[in-house]
């Protein structure tokens, strides 16, 4: 079982910098695989980024590479999205997520966060 928790979410201006944090408990945290998703009013949950275990691999969605950042610190059970050059079309509640391997669905996803609210204004 794990419980993940998201922070660092709020309103940015387009260009802007935010780093979202998921906080996680329970005693499986450091053999997860995580990720970050996304999902914009009306639209469908889609994949931002994914971690494995050891942060030895990462996979991002195709609109947001070379912007953003996944990361891991798992003496601190936390994932980290550093999120960079943002823009107006990244708005959405970015949620985190558990597993034991990376996946593009959000239905292969087994743990999931409450959400945090990213507004980026043009």
């Known amino acids: 079982q794990v419980q993940l928790v998201e922070s660092g979410g709020g309103l940015v201006q387009a260009g802007g910098s935010l780093r979202l944090s998921c906080a996680a408990s329970?005693?499986?945290?450091?053999?997860?695989?995580m990720a970050w998703f996304r999902q914009a009013p009306g639209k469908e949950r889609e994949f931002v980024a994914g971690?494995?275990?050891?942060?030895?691999?990462?996979n991002y969605a195709d609109s947001v590479k070379g912007r953003f950042t996944i990361s891991r610190d798992n003496a601190k059970n936390t994932v980290y999205l550093q999120m960079d050059g943002l823009k107006p079309e990244d708005t959405a509640v970015y949620y985190c997520?558990?597993?034991?391997?990376?996946?593009?669905?959000?239905?292969?996803?087994?743990?999931w966060g409450q959400g945090t609210q990213v507004t980026v204004s043009s």
């Open positions: 971690i494995n275990w050891s942060g030895g691999r990462r």
């Open positions: 997520a558990a597993s034991y391997v990376i996946n593009y669905a959000p239905s292969a996803w087994d743990y």
């Open positions: 329970g005693r499986t945290f450091g053999s997860s695989a």
